[in-house]
C-alpha cells in the first residue's frame, strides 16, 4: 500500500476551462499541472491526491483512503477534466449535491445530478444533457445507478471514470454499511467497465478488503494518506454524573472562539442543548433527523454562511460538510466507534489551523450505546414477520418501507434493517418508486441463515464500542488510541498536544525522578450480567400500559402491547406488571 504525507496547498484565482477536448492519456505531469492551475486555481496537488490523481489517468482501479479534508474530491474532478466521455460520481449525499453540481457549473464544466430530491424539470435537462452527450460529470445516488434506464443511457457514450463517494458504505465492516451500495458493482459491468476511483476517509482492514475485492483493485492501487491530523487537538473530559454534562457544555461553548459543532447522541439532548444555548444568548442551530427537510436544510445553511455560530446536531449532520474554519467539535455523549468519533471530530480545522476535539463522558454513555446497538439488530421473528408482510395484498401505492414498518408493528430500525437485509440477499426487491415485493420464497431456515451471517457483524459492534469506550477512559496518547483503533500503525507514541499527552509532560516535568509512562488502561467488557425480565413476562411501561415481553437482554427489552405493537425500551423504564407504581417516572421508548 502507498502511505503519503499531507502537505500545504497554494491556490490562485480559476479561471476558463481549456477549449481543447480533453484525451486519454498515461499521466503526463505537465498536463496534469496546467489544468489543475487554470481549472481549478491550484499551484499543486498534495502527495496523496497526486498518487490518486495518476492511478485514475492510468485507468487502474483505485481505492483511497484519505483523511477529512484532504480533498479527495479534487482526486476525480481533475481526472475528470483530462478524461474523455463521462465521469459517474455515485454518493449517498444528496443534501450537498446539488452544492457539488453548483460549484463544477461555476468552474465551466458540464455536471448534471440525478436523485429523488430535484424537480422534475431539472431532472429531464439531465436525463437530456445524458442523451445527447453534453453532461461531462454525472452526480448520483447508489439507488439512482441501480436503474437500468440509467446506466443504459450512460452506457450509450464513453464512461471513463466511476466514483464511489463514501465507499466505506459498501462494506457489511464499515460503520455506516448501507445496502444500497451493493448495487453499484453489477452497474460497473452495465457502463462498460469503466476506471473505478473508491473514496473514503475511514477504512480499517476488513473494510478495505471488502472493497478492493468488490471493485478488482490491486493491492498497489490503495492509496492511504494516513489518518493523523495534527492540528487537532484531541481530549476528554470524564464526569462523574450525567447531571454534569448539561452546565458543562454550556460552560464549554461560552469558552471557545470561533465556529464549533456539538454532537449529541440522542434528538432529545439535541434539542435540551440547543434550547439552553439559545436562551443563554448563544448563536445556535439545530439539526436532526427528525426535523422536517425545510428546517434542516435552513440550520446547515446558516451555519455553512456563517450566520451562526455553533451547531447543535445528531450524527444526521456533518457527512461531507466542507466548511474549513470550525475551530471546536464538542461530543456531548460518546458515539459507538472510534471511526464514528474520528469522521465527526474530523469536521475541525480543514483549513490547517489549530482545533480543539472534546469528548465529555460519563459512564453511562456505553450502557445508551448498547441499548442503540441491541434496537439495530432483527431476530428470525422481525424477519418472518416482514417477509409475510409482503406475501399480503398490497394497499394502495404498494407496499413502501414506511407501510411495511406500520403494517409489522415492531421497532422501526429492526424492520428497517431486517427489510435491507432481506433486499441484498435478493429475497426481496424494490422498484425506482420505492415499493418492495417478495423476489423468492424463504423457509424459515433460509432466514435463520441470513441472520447468522449477520451475527458476526453484531459482535464486532461490541469489539468497536468497547474500542471507543478503551480510548474514552484510556492514559495513552489520544491520537495512538485514534490510529490504532482504524488499523494503522502509529508513527510515535505520543502526538505531544493531546490531553493525556500534555498530562504526562506536566507530571514528568514536576517530578522527572519519579515520574513513570503510565500505562494504558485495559478497559475488558463487564462480566455477564442475566437480564431483568423474561420472554412472555408480564410488565408495565407508562403511557403504554401492560403488555409482554418477548426479547430482553442486558441492554434493552422488547415489550408487545395488546394492540399488538412492539417498543424496545431501556430495561428502567419497565416495571413487572403487579409491583409497577403508579407514579413511576414516565417511560421513554425509543424505537429500535
Not at 424459515?444 to 474514552?472: H, I, K, P
Not at 423504564?573 to 417511560?587: G, H, N, Q, W
Amino acid at each position: 500500500m502507498t502511505t503519503t504525507s499531507r502537505t500545504s496547498l497554494s491556490r490562485t484565482s480559476a479561471s476558463s476551462v481549456p477549449s481543447a477536448k480533453p484525451e486519454r492519456f498515461a499521466a503526463v505531469p505537465n498536463a496534469i499541472q496546467k489544468t489543475l492551475k487554470k481549472v481549478f486555481g491550484f499551484q499543486r496537488l498534495r502527495p496523496g491526491q497526486w498518487d490518486v490523481v495518476q492511478r485514475v489517468l492510468d485507468g487502474a482501479n483505485t481505492l483511497a483512503v484519505m483523511p477529512t479534508g484532504a480533498g479527495k474530491s479534487l482526486c476525480y474532478q481533475l481526472p475528470a477534466v483530462l478524461l474523455p466521455g463521462i465521469t459517474v460520481v455515485v454518493s449517498p449525499l444528496v443534501a450537498l449535491m446539488k452544492d457539488q453540481c453548483d460549484m463544477l457549473k461555476a468552474l465551466d464544466l458540464a455536471a448534471v445530478q440525478i436523485n429523488s430530491a430535484i424537480s422534475s424539470e431539472e431532472l429531464n435537462a439531465a436525463r437530456a444533457a445524458i442523451d445527447n452527450g453534453s453532461a461531462r460529470i454525472v452526480l448520483t445516488t447508489p439507488e439512482q445507478i441501480a436503474d437500468p434506464a440509467l446506466t443504459a443511457a450512460l452506457a450509450r457514450h464513453t464512461v471513463s471514470l466511476l466514483v464511489i463517494d463514501e465507499a466505506h458504505c459498501v462494506s457489511q465492516w464499515g460503520h455506516d454499511f448501507r445496502p444500497a451500495f451493493l448495487e453499484i458493482a453489477p452497474a460497473v459491468k452495465a457502463l462498460g467497465r469503466p476506471a473505478v476511483l473508491a473514496l473514503t476517509a475511514t477504512a480499517k482492514p476488513e473494510v478495505m478488503k471488502e472493497i478492493v475485492t468488490q471493485f478488482g483493485i490491486a493491492s498497489q492501487n490503495v492509496v492511504q494518506a494516513g489518518a493523523y491530523r495534527p492540528n487537532l487537538q484531541l481530549a476528554v473530559e470524564q464526569l462523574s454524573r450525567a447531571a454534569d454534562r448539561l452546565p458543562r457544555a454550556l460552560e464549554f461553548v461560552a469558552g471557545s472562539q470561533g465556529t464549533g459543532i456539538v454532537y449529541t447522541s440522542t434528538v432529545k439532548s439535541a434539542e435540551e442543548l440547543h434550547d439552553k444555548l439559545a436562551a443563554a444568548g448563544e448563536s445556535v442551530a439545530l439539526y436532526h433527523g427528525k426535523l422536517p427537510a425545510a428546517r434542516r436544510t435552513q440550520a446547515q445553511d446558516a451555519f455553512m454562511a456563517g450566520d451562526v455560530r455553533v451547531m447543535v446536531a445528531t450524527n444526521a449532520f456533518g457527512l461531507g460538510i466542507d466548511k474549513p474554519d470550525i475551530r471546536f467539535v464538542l461530543h456531548y455523549q460518546m458515539p459507538a466507534s472510534v471511526d464514528t468519533y474520528y469522521q465527526e471530530a474530523g469536521r475541525a480545522g480543514r483549513d490547517g489551523q489549530d482545533s480543539q476535539c472534546t469528548l465529555l463522558y460519563v459512564r453511562q454513555d456505553r450502557s445508551l450505546q448498547q441499548f442503540f446497538m441491541s434496537g439495530r439488530y432483527p431476530t428470525l421473528d422481525d424477519l418472518q414477520a416482514v417477509h409475510a408482510v409482503l406475501h399480503q395484498t398490497a394497499p394502495d401505492g404498494g407496499w413502501t418501507s414506511d407501510v411495511i414498518v406500520d403494517a409489522v408493528s415492531r421497532p422501526r430500525a429492526k424492520t428497517l434493517v431486517g427489510l435491507s437485509l432481506l433486499r441484498s440477499h435478493k429475497a426481496v426487491r424494490r422498484d425506482r418508486s420505492g415499493r418492495f415485493t417478495v423476489a423468492q420464497e424463504l423457509s424459515g431456515d433460509a432466514l435463520e441463515q441470513l441472520l447468522s451471517g449477520y451475527r458476526r457483524r453484531r459482535e464486532q459492534d461490541g469489539e468497536t464500542l468497547e474500542a471507543m469506550v478503551a480510548y474514552a477512559q484510556g492514559g495513552r496518547c489520544r491520537w495512538h488510541a485514534v490510529l490504532s483503533a482504524l488499523g494503522e500503525t502509529p508513527p510515535f507514541d505520543g502526538c505531544g498536544r493531546c490531553d493525556n499527552c500534555l498530562r504526562m509532560a506536566a507530571l514528568q516535568h514536576l517530578a522527572p525522578a519519579v515520574a513513570m509512562p503510565e500505562r494504558p488502561i485495559e478497559v475488558r467488557a463487564p462480566a455477564s450480567i442475566q437480564p431483568r425480565f423474561a420472554s412472555g413476562q408480564t410488565v408495565r411501561a407508562r403511557r403504554y400500559g401492560a403488555g409482554q415481553v418477548v426479547e430482553a437482554s442486558t441492554h434493552s427489552v422488547t415489550v408487545e402491547f395488546a394492540n399488538g405493537a412492539r417498543r424496545t425500551f431501556l430495561p428502567e423504564f419497565v416495571r413487572v406488571a403487579k409491583s409497577a407504581p403508579s407514579s413511576a417516572v414516565a417511560a421513554v421508548a425509543v424505537a429500535a
